[in-house]
């Protein structure tokens, strides 16, 4: 039997990590979609991994976000095996970001 994850986060386009995702059953195939408003610089922001909350945190793969456009999209997929996630905006730029996890276990 597979399990499916669907999270969803909001950003401000602050820099940082965001909440950490705990997936009790392992993801085994995964991907991060990214939307986002018009922002102000280039920007990117990575798919990371850990064995726990607190980390170390490890990324997996990143996505380079550009300037251009309104409501423009990115996704980032990754295999697993993996049981904390969470995403990592790496610049602060003005906008609005979703992102949304959608995996299997």
Known sequence: MLLEIDYSWTSDGSSGGLTPVHLASGAIESVLKIQYSTIATTNSISFQTAQSSAGPWISEATATLSTAGDSTAAAIRVTGPYTWMRPY?????????????????
């Open 89 to 105: 905006v790496h610049t602060a730029s003005t906008g609005t970001y979703t992102l949304r996890l959608v995996a299997v276990s």
